[in-house]
């Protein structure tokens, strides 16, 4: 759907913002916007926090289990906000760290408050600060070299410079993006169920492959395992350990500056796993880190499997494709190729992570730290070799119709969440008219 243009546009005499709409002001952020001083005397009050994806939320509600509120002793002195100010985290406003606040609590002191001194809609300005136009103009006079030390100082926001239409036309345009954006995000949701759909159904199949076999006629027998039920008669179920070797690494100190370098040996963290394949390392250790360290050096063929931390993608486990060494968080699975395929396994292990992992936190390990012994210890089912190889074949082909459809899904979304960051942008800058949108719909 295309959007119409304002009748008539003026040079905003702001080189950044160009030509707005004729009827538009362009006013300094000083001019509309003061900042809010107040400081909790007891810290008390609801503790809040800002995010790039949900702006204001109660901190509550956003930490992981088992993490602090903060990590100060005393709230006192914590800033006091209310509801429709803005609060800005000042080293992550150029991303999108900043939002006004629908609740009233208490805010990191490192954070700036501010609330409005005209007649502006909060619901409107959300909008503008938060869209990528806006975003890159505050990037643009942050101090800072790199991106991980940018910062806004309130001084230098008060001087910049937004375009606004009257108040009436504000609130049309918030509405109109209020409305618009939920449909995106409707979409966005229903592309998000589909991929946990296909990604039930990608583990159903891996599942009942590695623990039933590809024929169902097979006769099957109790396999004395309560995670894989029955199994085909003529299978073997034996421990990982009898038929792989099982380790993991450490990290060598970052205090040691010959421990570590732009080449060498490549090394590797947990984030790897959720590759299909490993191929590229995340640093690179010395040989005198290898020796010192007692750093295992693994080569394909191999199975990595995050041990620590949750997996996000794939269950966190992947094939090993270059000889590396790894740190802590990441085990080894080494298969002695003569019983064991390795494709095999990496399924095997896909289908079983979940059981490791919860039987780690019924153990009582902190996030469901696996351990290399659990894994040794576990129990996989182990049909001939060339059974193996005919399961991870009729996998391959079938785990890759679910990635397409789960990619094609992804990529949906990309381009739907690309247009609503495009049209906020160009609503809350005045390259859109939707007045008359807005009053098509109403009536």
């Known amino acids: 759907m295309s959007f ?108 700036c408050v501010f609330y409005l001194i005209d007649d502006s809609e909060p619901k409107f300005l959300n909008y503008l600060i938060r869209s990528d136009r806006y975003t890159l103009y505050f990037k643009a006079f942050s101090a800072g070299v790199i991106d991980s030390r940018l910062r806004i100082y309130p001084e230098t926001f008060g001087r910049l410079f937004c375009s606004l239409p009257p108040h009436a036309e504000q609130t049309r345009i918030a509405a109109f993006l209020d409305r618009e954006t939920a449909k995106i995000d409707d979409l966005v949701a229903e592309q998000r169920r589909l991929m946990e759909l296909l990604k039930e159904k990608r583990q159903a199949v891996i599942s009942h492959a590695v623990t039933q076999g590809l024929n169902p006629d097979a006769p099957m027998k109790p396999s004395g395992i309560e995670w894989l039920g029955d199994v085909p008669a003529h299978w073997d179920a034996t421990p990982i350990k009898y038929v792989a070797k099982v380790g993991n690494g450490s990290t060598p100190s970052r205090e040691v500056p010959e421990y570590w370098g732009e080449t060498g040996f490549p090394w590797l963290n947990s984030s790897v796993v959720n590759a299909s394949v490993v191929t590229e390392a995340e640093g690179f250790v010395t040989e005198r880190a290898l020796r010192e360290c007692h750093l295992p050096i693994v080569a394909p063929p191999a199975i990595l499997v995050g041990i620590t931390g949750q997996g996000r993608t794939r269950g ?54 696996i351990t290399c012994g659990q894994i040794g210890n576990l129990r996989i089912p182990l049909p001939s070799l060339a059974e193996q190889r005919a399961i991870s074949a009729f996998l391959d082909i079938e785990t890759a119709k679910f990635d397409t459809l789960t990619a094609e899904a992804q990529h949906a979304i990309d381009l739907l969440q690309e247009r609503r960051t495009a049209l906020i942008s160009a609503a809350v800058t005045g390259q859109i008219d939707v007045r008359e949108l807005n009053e098509r719909k109403a009536a």
Not at 67 to 82: F, I, N, P
Not at 360 to 367: H, I, N, R, V
């Open 4 to 111: 119409p243009r304002y009748p008539k546009y003026k040079d905003s005499g702001v080189k950044w913002l160009g030509e707005v709409p004729e009827h538009w002001d362009v006013k300094r952020f000083k001019r509309i916007f003061k900042e809010r001083e107040e400081r909790s005397l007891n810290g008390e009050g609801l503790l809040l926090s800002v995010s790039a994806y949900t702006g204001i939320s109660p901190r509550s509600e956003v930490i992981d289990a088992g993490d602090h509120l903060s990590r100060a002793e005393s709230l006192e002195g914590y800033k006091v906000c209310y509801n429709d100010d803005l609060v800005m985290n000042i080293m992550l406003a150029w991303n999108r760290g900043l939002a006004f606040t629908t609740y009233s609590g208490i805010v990191s002191p490192a954070y």
């Open 316 to 369: 966190m486990a992947a094939m090993l494709g270059i000889e590396a060494t790894i740190n802590q968080h990441v085990a080894y699975v080494r298969p002695n190729s003569t019983k064991l395929d390795v494709r095999y396994l990496l399924r095997i292990l896909e289908s079983a992570y979940l059981k490791l992992r919860r039987d780690s936190e019924e153990a009582g390990a902190t996030k469901g730290a």
